[in-house]
């Protein structure tokens, strides 16, 4: 996802209404996402589906993250081995 342009992607949704399916055209080739204004204020914004899953695995990634940290923080963590041991324990747990 690229940058905002102040002239270029801030919309009245009026205009928006008028000419929805060339924004829709024009976000899937330009990557901008659009900012769309209600009485001059900002009401909604427009991201293509690629940026919008992109966005969506980030902050996955990021959630994942800050609870590894959080474990740590909390000393909520594992040798190597330690882990082995538990894996091998749900395995034999699992198997019939």
Same mark, same amino acid.
């Given at each position: 996802?690229?940058?905002?342009?102040?002239?270029?992607?801030?919309?009245?949704?009026?205009?928006?209404?008028?000419?929805?399916?060339?924004?829709?055209? *024009?976000?899937?080739?330009?990557?901008?996402?659009?900012?769309?204004?209600?009485?001059? %204020?900002?009401?909604?914004?427009?991201? /293509? @589906?690629?940026?919008?899953?992109?966005?969506?695995?980030?902050?996955?990634?990021?959630?994942?993250?800050?609870?590894?940290? *959080?474990?740590?923080?909390?000393?909520?963590?594992?040798?190597?081995?330690?882990?082995? %041991?538990?894996?091998?324990?749900?395995? /034999? @747990?699992?198997?019939?």
């Amino acid at each position: 996802m690229r940058a905002i342009s102040i002239s270029n992607d801030i919309i009245p949704i009026a205009e928006f209404k008028t000419n929805i399916s060339k924004l829709f055209k *024009t976000l899937q080739t330009s990557r901008h996402p659009l900012i769309i204004t209600q009485n001059s %204020k900002p009401a909604g914004v427009l991201l /293509s @589906a690629s940026d919008y899953d992109e966005l969506v695995y980030r902050k996955s990634f990021l959630d994942s993250v800050e609870r590894g940290i *959080t474990d740590v923080e909390n000393g909520r963590t594992q040798t190597t081995d330690e882990l082995r %041991k538990n894996l091998q324990g749900r395995r /034999s @747990a699992s198997t019939p």
